[in-house]
């Protein structure tokens, strides 16, 4: 009965929760609840403005950077096109670059360190889809925090994946797709993504 009793209390529990709250909790949430809506809306404008920017005028990106994301330090760079679903969900470090064309669904929290190079096209996602085809059916959907570690380089069109961590000092390879956790201090390629060697503390 003790099992039940927890399971009663963590549904409870979760009824009590916003739609916004589930997600970033991840457990099955309502993309569609107003708040969500309203938040996705407000992102799309900043990303209007954003992408429509003029090339040489760094002081509005800039500012408009900060306004979309959660916090961002020192000297980050964003190059437009850029897309995400909230942005108020992204935490970056200081010395950011990303390059042409990336998207980060960041339905859950994706947390980026310092001194991070994202090459174009590259691809972050926390948002994911039941695999069971009923549920799916239901219109609920899930998301599970990525995080980027410091010093890190992701190579162009590379797929960072839900509940994905990337250690220090890593480099994945152009194309590769992140399903798994990659540790510190190594360079990782290929569908699915594997360690394929170390990086020593001086290599260049």
Known sequence: MIGSDHAIHSLTDTMALTEREKMLANVPYWANDRELVELRLAAARHLHRFNHSA????????????????????????????????GKHIQAGKNLYINVNCTILDCNWVTIGDDVLIAPNVQIYTAY?????????????????????????????????????????????????????????????????RVIRSVAPKET
Not at 61 to 83: M, N, W
Not at 148 to 164: K, S
Request: glycine letters at 14%; charged letters at 10%.
């Open 55 to 86: 090339p040489d005028d760094r002081a509005t990106r800039t500012q408009i950077i900060s306004e979309l994301l959660a916090s961002v330090g020192p000297g980050c760079e964003i190059y437009p096109p850029f897309h995400c679903d909230y």
């Open 129 to 193: 889809h039941p695999i069971d085809p009923a549920m799916r059916l239901t219109g609920v959907e899930m998301a599970a925090p990525i995080t980027i570690g410091n010093n890190v380089w992701l190579g162009g069109g590379a797929i960072v994946c839900p509940g994905v961590t990337i250690g220090d000092n890593s480099t994945i390879g152009a194309g590769s797709v992140v399903t798994k956790s990659i540790p510190s201090g190594v360079v990782a390629v290929g569908n699915p993504c």
